[in-house]
């Protein structure tokens, strides 16, 4: 079957794939543990091995399932504060927003960027190791460039995940 694309912000994105309880089932494992083996994960799910592959590989082709991630204990690497910053790009920038957004996120510091409505334009979580640590990512990657117009830094004191 053909999917429709339409256009948001000129990119072309897929209407949403059809799952049923069974990938959703598939889904909710893999999200608890992705190393988890195939045999397991089918006898979890109620299905025999070669059909649950089936559907693993069918979520991967729809582009479902985008790819495999470490959850890394930042702790144990020295990472002491974590902060979520509120930037607002200029007006003058605008045109340059996501640019602007995809330049921060190849920035060590930066473990995830939004790209919100309204106010603020972005959102921001940083880990660094200090509180000096942070102002100076601050005021080097944030404050010094003329594409943002303010910022505000908020810190994390706790992750629930």
């Not at 640019?99 to 510091?109: G, I, K, M």
């Not at 509180?131 to 404050?143: E, M, N, P, Q």
């Amino acid at each position: 079957m053909k999917s429709s694309l339409w256009s948001v912000q000129g990119e072309a994105v897929p209407h949403p794939i059809r799952v049923d309880e069974i990938d959703l089932a598939i889904l909710s494992e893999l999200r608890t543990d992705a190393r988890i083996a195939n045999n397991v994960l089918a006898a979890k799910i109620g299905l025999a091995p070669s059909t649950c592959l089936g559907r693993v590989k069918a979520l991967h082709r729809a582009g479902v399932i985008r790819g495999y991630t470490a959850l890394i204990d930042e702790k144990l690497l020295g990472v002491t504060v974590n902060a979520m910053i509120s930037v607002v790009v200029a007006p003058a920038a605008r045109d340059r927003l996501l640019a602007s957004a995809r330049t921060l996120q190849e920035l060590t510091e930066v473990k995830d960027v939004f790209v919100l409505g309204g106010t603020p334009d972005l959102l921001v979580r940083v880990a660094a190791r200090s509180i000096d640590d942070l102002r100076t990512f601050v005021a080097t990657h944030l404050g010094a460039n003329r594409a943002f117009s303010s910022t505000q830094t908020a810190i994390i004191f706790e992750h629930l995940s």
